[in-house]
T-cell receptor, first 115, second 108 residues
Framework: KAGVTQTPRYLIKTRGQQVTLSCSPISGHRSVSWYQQTPGQGLQFLFEYFSETQRNKGNFPGRFSGRQFSNSRSEMNVSTLELGDSALYLC??????????????FGQGTRLTVV | DAKTTQPPSMDCAEGRAANLPCNHSTISGNEYVYWYRQIHSQGPQYIIHGLKNNETNEMASLIITEDRKSSTLILPHATLRDTAVYYCLASFTGKLIFGQGTTLQVKP
């Protein structure tokens, strides 16, 4: 069974640009969540999508947005990049049941560097 | 989601059991306790989760107190490859709130 796939693995962008990151969840998983990890703030929740709808949102500015497609693949977009957006962006997929979420499986992440 | 508290670091001798504690005194009735670990620069790896009962899988055991206010992750025979940051979380939804975790150093 293939794991969570994130592309690209590494990315360098310039301040002011925008970036789109992609995540393909494990087959059958309909919940996809995004996280940002920086040395200073640790792992922070960005948002969760389930069946193409945003179900949960963290405390990030509107420059951070996402979407989910009918095949459960998800994209995350950051507009007007700032130096502080340099981070490891992680995607996680999980099953969502009436009893709550099951365990989440993380991808290897996309390392974004803003210069 | 309930806040969790973990010691910042722990050491363990290779081959011995590693017991990692976690406090989640404000956990609500429907929140599961999850444990993940992260080896440097990789995505977090799921270890185990539970609601009320103790759980065991091929990686670890999870002991949850009867009042559910704390738990302990047990790695029965720690190896050098178990050196990582271990995160304890309480969650019902897909929103996982990570704290600073416990850095476990397994020493030869």
């Amino acid at each position: 069974k293939a794991g969570v796939t994130q592309t690209p693995r590494y990315l360098i962008k310039t301040r002011g640009q925008q970036v789109t990151l992609s995540c393909s969840p494990i087959s059958g998983h309909r919940s996809v969540s995004w996280y940002q990890q920086t040395p200073g703030q640790g792992l922070q929740f960005l948002f969760e999508y389930f069946s193409e709808t945003q179900r949960n949102k963290g405390n990030f500015p509107g420059r951070f947005s996402g979407r989910q497609f009918s095949n459960s693949r998800s994209e995350m977009n950051v507009s007007t990049l700032e130096l502080g957006d340099s981070a490891l962006y992680l995607c996680a997929s999980s099953l969502r049941t009436a009893a709550g979420n099951t365990e989440a499986f993380f991808g290897q992440g996309t390392r974004l560097t803003v210069v | 989601d309930a806040k969790t508290t973990q010691p910042p670091s722990m050491d363990c001798a290779e081959g011995r059991a590693a017991n990692l504690p976690c406090n989640h005194s404000t956990i609500s009735g429907n929140e599961y306790v999850y444990w993940y670990r992260q080896i440097h620069s990789q995505g977090p790896q799921y270890i185990i989760h539970g609601l009320k009962n103790n759980e065991t899988n091929e990686m670890a055991s999870l002991i949850i107190t009867e009042d559910r206010k704390s738990s302990t992750l047990i790695l029965p025979h720690a190896t050098l490859r178990d050196t990582a940051v271990y995160y304890c979380l309480a969650s019902f939804t897909g929103k996982l709130i990570f704290g600073q975790g416990t850095t476990l150093q397994v020493k030869p």
